[in-house]
């Protein structure tokens, strides 16, 4: 029998809807690579004991996403500046058995904007909706370039809030109902939440 290879996973909850696995599959074969990048679904109850496992596994590292990379930062014993920035992990690896943990969210959201939105970094005033780990990402980008007003919108306010906290003056925090008012100077508009 054939060895299987590296073997890699995004974990989330729910996690069904990913298409990471199709991405991954699909460069893997792609290069002659043997491995498998794999979905697991983590109840948030279960994700310390599945990140403590990972280095006595059979897993080289994977991804995190929704709901889980603030754990996944609590988890990794060492972290990358972005993921120090931001709190959140949502690339896990193992290195000479230690759990690493980084974040590359922030660059992929600046990216992305640099390539399809030319000068959104000329703004000043920008709504984030959500306060999760993926907020913790866009705001630590806005703030790198340059926001001096970033509005976090949650369901939540002490969400919000301890995002203020981490990331100071600029970030102020608002309940969902002070949307409508808050968009009439807003240069940029960003969702984070699972919900479209």
Excluded at 76 to 103: K, P
Excluded at 133 to 142: D, F, N, P
Excluded at 163 to 186: E, M, P
């Amino acid at each position: 029998m054939a060895e299987p290879g590296i073997r890699a996973f995004v974990c989330g909850h729910p996690i069904a809807h990913s298409r990471s696995p199709l991405i991954h599959g699909h460069w893997l074969e792609r290069h002659g690579i043997s491995g498998s990048y794999e979905r697991i679904d983590v109840a948030p109850a279960d994700i310390a004991a599945f990140f403590a496992a990972l280095p006595n596994g059979v897993y080289a590292g994977g991804n995190v996403t929704i709901p889980h990379k603030e754990a996944a930062f609590a988890a990794a014993g060492w972290h990358d500046a972005a993921a120090a920035a931001t709190g959140a992990v949502n690339t896990l690896w193992l290195a000479d058995g230690r759990l690493c943990g980084g974040n590359t969210d922030a660059a992929g959201f600046a990216g992305n904007l640099d390539d399809f939105a030319p000068g959104w970094r000329n703004g000043r005033v920008a709504i984030v909706i959500g306060a999760g780990g993926a907020a913790r990402a866009v705001i630590y980008a806005l703030a790198e370039a340059g926001y001096a007003d970033i509005r976090v919108v949650n369901r939540t306010l002490g969400r919000g809030e301890e995002l203020g906290k981490r990331f100071g003056a600029a970030v102020a925090a608002y309940g969902s109902a002070a949307l409508d008012d808050l968009l009439f100077d807003a240069d940029l508009l960003v969702n984070t939440t699972s919900i479209g």
